[in-house]
């Protein structure tokens, strides 16, 4: 993946902030792209051409895993790097299914994820059997996605108050 030099990247959150900390951490000699929902990735990939694309999970309501399908569908050979705070076994597998080639924890530094395309990191590391912090987050994650990210309807189906799951979404997932 090394092979070509990474000057323009399309970054694709739907928000500003993290854009923004993209753009800062590729430096002047990077030329970062931000697009906010799936109709302006279509736009600015028929207007521009990507050397990478980093894509976070959750796009308002559309999956990142959709996008990076796209991207993947379109453009085979362009690195995609899935990068979100919410990563369970199950979106991993998804994701490197679709098509991405890296699959990170939210912070990530593009430093860090340059390193990883260089080092040819394309399998995620997944645990055999994960620690009991991270299964009941998956699990939490896994509710929440099937409330549509109501988090009253999924304090009710995990049996606890809203303010609890809301405690608890405020914390970075579990790595291990």
């Not at 279509?42 to 990142?64: C, K, P, Q, W, Y």
């Not at 050979?77 to 080639?101: F, H, K, Q």
Request: aromatic share 6%; charged share 30%.
């Amino acid at each position: 993946m090394g092979e070509r030099p990474i000057r323009t990247v399309l970054v694709v959150d739907d928000d500003e902030k993290i854009v923004g900390a993209w753009r800062r951490g590729a430096g002047s000699d990077r030329t970062v792209i931000g697009a906010s929902d799936e109709a302006s990735v279509n736009r600015l990939l028929d207007e521009h051409e990507f050397d990478l694309a980093i894509v976070d999970l959750r796009i308002g309501s559309t999956s990142g895993i959709d996008i990076v399908r796209e991207l993947r569908d379109r453009f085979p050979e362009l690195p995609i790097a899935l990068c979100s705070g919410y990563l369970s076994v199950e979106v991993t597998v998804a994701a490197v299914r679709a098509g991405a080639d890296i699959i990170a924890f939210k912070p990530i530094t593009f430093r860090e994820v340059l390193r990883r395309l260089e080092e040819g990191a394309t399998e995620p590391e997944i645990e055999e059997t994960p620690t009991l912090a991270r299964a009941e987050w998956e699990h939490i994650m896994r509710v929440l996605s099937d409330c549509e990210g109501n988090v009253t309807i999924a304090a009710r189906r995990l049996g606890i108050y809203r303010s609890s799951l809301q405690r608890r979404l405020r914390k970075y997932a579990p790595r291990e």
